[in-house]
């Protein structure tokens, strides 16, 4: 029996149903699953509804992402340490692994992480064991759920990333395919973004013009998912009625952004770009890879 969480997703994405199907069957095991895809196409939300599903529903779902800081903080955040395993472990320190003992551990943003740290990453992988930095090996008890670029099998042929550790992920795996490729699910979408929002906002009976769903048709939502949230959402505060006619991207009506709001879209721009690569998008943006980490957690930006 699918989770409500998943059985949502499957319902307000048609397209997706036969895509997921022999994911959703596994869902129920230990399996790792992998998850390809543009950045805003999904993939936090199918991880999400996929744990739901899973033996592990009510244990924790923890995420981690293991592109961000250097090796050594990498394996800290990862592993956690002991007291005075470095200068300034003034106490022990769960990593994530420890913290999602019993449920999901997802990694996201692997296409990104360093060679060095994806051979610590790979016998975690393969064999359940680790070692907290300063510690005594321990067993984990998770279920790995890793989030990858959709060009993840490009970059294990060039060597930037490990064919060991790929196999090692990929035993099941979904290319989620980007929004622009998915117009039969368009109308649906929105349909049920638009009665979350109405539930959020308490704006009961929101609507969509008929011009609107017609641009919105043939628009090319290059930040997916996340771009057409933000659109509706943003034309649900700035419409005082419950039918909203949002012009196109460009059209540049209704309310002025705030600085923020700006910030968050061009941030979303510049990830969609670059394919979701944080060091091209940080570089587009000319900010440090810090800096955008920084502001994607401000901005809840997976």
């Known amino acids: 029996m699918l989770a409500a969480a998943l059985d949502e997703l499957l319902t307000t994405s048609p397209s997706l149903a036969g895509l997921l199907q022999g994911v959703v069957r596994g869902a129920a095991t230990d399996a790792p699953i992998l998850i390809l895809g543009e950045p805003g196409s999904g993939r936090s939300t199918l991880v999400r509804a996929l744990h739901s599903a899973s033996a592990r529903a009510a244990g924790p779902l923890v995420e981690v992402d293991v592109a961000v800081g250097p090796p050594a903080l990498f394996e800290s955040e990862l592993f956690g340490h002991r007291a005075g395993a470095f200068t300034g472990a003034l106490t022990d320190r769960a990593g994530r692994v ?45 279920r790995f759920m890793a989030i990858a670029a959709a060009d993840l099998e490009r970059r294990v042929e060039s060597g930037a990333f490990r064919e060991d550790l790929f196999y090692r992920l990929e035993v099941l795996t979904v290319h989620l395919p980007p929004l622009r490729r998915r117009r039969d699910d368009l109308d649906t979408l929105i349909d049920a973004l638009l009665a979350d929002l109405g539930q959020r906002f308490q704006r009961p009976g929101l609507e969509l013009s008929a011009a609107a769903r017609e641009w919105m048709a043939h628009y090319p939502w290059p930040g997916n998912l996340r771009e057409l949230r933000n659109l509706l959402e943003r034309a649900v505060l700035s419409h005082a009625t419950t039918r909203l006619d949002p012009p196109p991207p460009s ?49 809840g930006l997976p």
């Open 251 to 299: 059209g540049g009506a209704g309310r002025p952004r705030t600085l923020a709001e700006v910030e968050r879209q061009e941030i979303e721009r510049a990830l969609a770009w670059a394919r979701g690569h944080q060091g091209r998008a940080a570089r587009l943006l000319g900010i440090s890879r810090k800096t955008l980490w920084q502001k994607r957690r401000r901005y």
């Open 98 to 142: 420890e913290r999602a003992a019993g449920g999901t551990l997802v990694l996201d943003h692997v296409e990104e992480m360093p060679l060095v740290a994806q051979a610590k990453l790979l016998r975690l992988v393969a064999e359940a064991r680790y070692a907290p930095v300063g510690g005594d090996e321990m067993q984990a008890d998770v």
